[in-house]
């Protein structure tokens, strides 16, 4: 019932409904398909975007890939959940899609006033 494409279809009729134009159209997770989605049809009513955490279409190609990603990060979060605990970042990157200097950068300490930057 609750489809993406219900969703879309219900955001472009309030859009038609209420006449707007100029938009500041705000997406947020799993709001910013719907509403990346509208912009794409009716591009000329849009005056700017603010995209928040949230997932990008893809190309087809490449979906598998970041649902192979999208689910390693919700089982992280899911183990996160269950067991109260933090695990190394560090270490659940080396199943993501990115360069070991990438997922170095994950696992560094935080800077402080007297870390110099090289």
Known sequence: MY???????????????????????????WGGPVGLSVVK???????????LNTVLPCRDDTVLKHLVNMFHFITWSAVIFVCQTHL???????????????????????LTTGTKRE
């Not at 049809?41 to 995209?51: A, G, K, R, T, W």
């Not at 190394?88 to 935080?110: E, N, V």
Request: aromatic share 8%.
């Open 3 to 29: 489809t993406h494409d219900l969703h879309t279809l219900t955001l472009r009729l309030f859009i038609d409904h209420l006449k707007l134009s100029k938009i500041t159209l705000v997406v947020h997770d």
């Open 41 to 51: 049809e009716v591009p000329d009513l849009i005056d700017s975007l603010c995209i």
């Open 88 to 110: 190394p970042l560090g270490y659940l990157l080396g199943y993501a899609s990115i360069d070991s200097k990438t997922r170095k950068g994950y696992t560094a300490p935080f």
